[in-house]
């Protein structure tokens, strides 16, 4: 059996990063503030961050999907001196969903009333057009 073991994989022009085929790897993830002025912290594929209003934002896709097919996974915290944790609600289909944005909200465990989180995680699986 033989190993394969490199550094760094990339393009023929030996600077763009490879393309995945048929792999499970995630096409889009993206850790954010959701608090105050919605901002990025590390991503990959994701073009832009919007603030819709108090707890729901839209992520753009630098690269699109297949389709609007995609499996999303989201969660969130929100830690303050109030006791309660704030937890990631649902992906909010009734706003934007296709293959270049989604749309999420979070919502407070407790009471669920939409609430900005402090660590907004997103991870999307599916295809790249």
Same mark, same amino acid.
């Given at each position: $059996? ?13 600077? /763009? ?20 002025? @919605?901002? %990025?912290?590390?991503? %990959?594929?994701?073009?832009?961050? +919007? ?7 839209? %992520?753009?896709?630098?690269?699109? $999907? ?5 499996? +999303?996974? @989201? ?9 309660? @944790? ?11 969903? +296709? ?7 979070? +919502? ?7 609430? /900005? ?6 991870? %999307?699986?599916? /295809?790249?057009?």
């Amino acid at each position: $059996m033989s190993d394969i073991r490199a550094t760094t994989i990339s393009a023929l022009n030996g600077t /763009d990063p490879i393309t995945l085929t048929k792999q499970s790897a995630a096409k889009v993830w993206c850790n954010y503030n959701g608090t105050g002025t @919605a901002s %990025i912290r590390d991503s %990959i594929n994701v073009a832009s961050l +919007t603030d819709n209003g108090t707890g729901t934002h839209s %992520i753009s896709f630098s690269n699109t $999907m297949n389709n609007a097919n995609y499996s +999303t996974q @989201a969660t969130g915290a929100e830690t303050g001196s109030g006791g309660g @944790a704030n937890q990631l609600g649902t992906l909010t289909r009734d706003g934007t969903y +296709t293959s270049s944005i989604v749309s999420i909200s979070g +919502t407070h465990t407790n009471s669920g009333n939409n609430v /900005d989180n402090q660590r907004m995680l997103v991870t %999307i699986h599916g /295809d790249l057009a």
